[in-house]
């Protein structure tokens, strides 16, 4: 693959998601020893909700890296910083207060870097900001305990320095300060995104999506070197989604679905990679290769109709809520593994 200067952004981007994702483990290690490290009932309870948060923010995340389709390790420098700041929080020199702070810095890193993802896929193509929508809840959420972790801190510090309890209405003036955020500071960080765990249906559909966005930038570029880029995007993603699908959701539904049109939906996919392989080859600005893609539109909307009507209603009647999310994870875990192998990981 001839990478253009977009093909180095979309790699960029990928870092810095894999960053987020660093940190974001790093976070959830912290809020654990905060819990084991504090006795006010109070904080703990904070702790836990916001433990529960950054729990549930990293499936999100996770979500958002195979939806992006682009692999990446955390950079260097944020594994170094990581590693030191570890050493830190679970080391037995800085108070719980100065802990905390620094816990509080994090998160606004954290937010900082979801926020300049953001404003980075609106630069670089639609696919990107589509992949990436669900990364609006996690930036929320961050901007949210940001404000609660400052009511902590105040609370900590005003005990550390002086043996007392600060002054009271503390907690109301936090929850005026989260509610105030949806507000304020507009649509980067608004919560966009229901907060429960996606089952299968809303994965593949969110694939399905990302296809048509990558079909419609395709066909409205005349440049070359920007069709390549959105082919490659394209092509990696169908190869990865078959794939998944192939291994994960075709076979859930094995005997509960007409044998033939599980089989119908295997044959049309199975012939897309053949395909995708020769028009890797074209030269992307010919009439052959636009062909070969309007017919590969046709037959993957019509694939994605069959999916989207019989195959969906087909796990939504042989499924609890659970076992459709548990599909999901095990469709993602599948996808990110083929996604890792193509970018050599
Ligand atoms: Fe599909
Ligand atoms: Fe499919």
Redesign the pocket.
Do not use: G, N, S, Y
């Given at each position: 693959m001839v990478a253009t200067m977009d093909d180095t952004k979309r790699l960029a981007i990928a870092m810095k998601l894999a960053d987020i994702k660093a940190v974001q483990e790093f976070l959830i290690a912290n809020e654990q020893r905060f819990i084991s490290a504090t006795t006010d009932s109070e904080l703990v309870k904070r702790f836990q909700d916001m433990l529960k948060d950054d729990q549930k923010n990293l499936g999100i995340l996770d979500t958002v890296i195979v939806q992006y389709g682009v692999q990446s390790e955390p950079k260097e420098t944020i594994t170094e910083m990581v590693k030191k700041l570890d050493e830190m929080m679970s080391g037995s020199e800085l108070t719980l207060f100065e802990k905390v702070f620094q816990h509080e810095l994090l998160k606004h890193q954290q937010v900082m870097s979801g926020i300049v993802i953001h404003k980075a896929a609106q630069k670089v193509g639609a696919d990107i900001e589509a992949a990436i929508a669900p990364l609006n809840t996690v930036n929320f959420e961050n901007r949210a305990h940001q404000e609660q972790l400052k009511g902590v801190i105040e609370l900590l510090g005003v005990r550390e320095l002086t043996g007392m309890d600060a002054d009271q209405g503390l907690w109301a003036r936090v929850q005026d300060s989260v509610a105030a955020l949806t507000g304020v500071v507009g649509s980067v960080v608004t919560q966009t995104t229901d907060k429960s765990d996606m089952n299968i249906q809303d994965v593949?559909r969110m694939?399905?999506q990302k296809v048509n966005v990558l079909f419609a930038e395709i066909k409205g570029t005349q440049d070359p070197a920007k069709r390549k880029e959105f082919f490659m995007q394209l092509s990696g993603d169908l190869r990865a989604?078959?794939i998944a699908?192939n291994e994960v959701?075709y076979p859930a539904v094995r005997g509960k679905y007409a044998e033939s049109d599980l089989q119908e939906?295997y044959d049309e996919?199975n012939s897309w990679f053949p395909a995708l392989d020769a028009m890797e080859k074209m030269d992307m600005t010919s009439d052959e290769f636009m062909s070969s893609l309007n017919r590969l539109m046709d037959e993957i909307m019509d694939?994605?109709r069959q999916?989207?009507s019989t195959?969906f209603a087909a796990l939504r009647d042989n499924f609890s809520d659970q076992q459709l999310e548990q599909i999901a994870s095990e469709f993602k875990a599948k996808k990110s593994e083929v996604q890792r192998q193509a970018a050599g990981m």
């Open positions: 593949l694939d399905h989604h078959a699908e959701a939906l996919q694939h994605v999916e989207e195959f």
